[in-house]
């Protein structure tokens, strides 16, 4: 097993509590965002674990792209990845000018590979 993506969810903030949990506000269901005002941007927060069978600390960079390949935003940090637990990774809150209606996708590089940790749909209510 390479590293992989096993779990990535969208939402509006994540707040890690002093014991190490994580809450997560605003989950958005099926990865789709409801914009009611296309002129305002979206508010939005990632959380990903990340399985691998390495134990090594490696650099990384977060990019938040949109449907144009577009790189709207992006982040380097060092991630710490163990063959006996799954990396929580959070990201956010990050305000995303959305490209209406449409996609963006959240991944990162690492080792020269681009690894996708998933897509969020934005669609605008009429």
Same mark, same amino acid.
């Given at each position: ?24 506000? +605003? ?64 990201? +956010? ?34």
């Amino acid at each position: 097993m390479a590293t992989t993506v096993s779990k990535s969810i969208g939402c509006d903030f994540i707040r890690q509590e002093m014991g190490g949990k994580f809450t997560l506000l +605003g989950v958005y269901p099926n990865n789709s965002v409801l914009v009611t005002d296309p002129d305002l941007p979206v508010l939005l927060s990632f959380y990903i674990e990340i399985l691998s069978d390495e134990n090594r600390t490696v650099p990384i960079e977060l990019q938040i792209r949109n449907q144009f390949n577009v790189v709207l935003n992006k982040s380097s940090l060092n991630l710490t990845l163990s063959s006996n637990f799954t990396a929580p990774l959070t990201w +956010g809150p990050l305000t995303i000018k959305s490209q209406l209606p449409g996609y963006i996708n959240c991944g990162f590089w690492m080792d020269g590979l681009w690894i996708h940790a998933m897509t969020i749909n934005i669609q605008v209510k009429k």
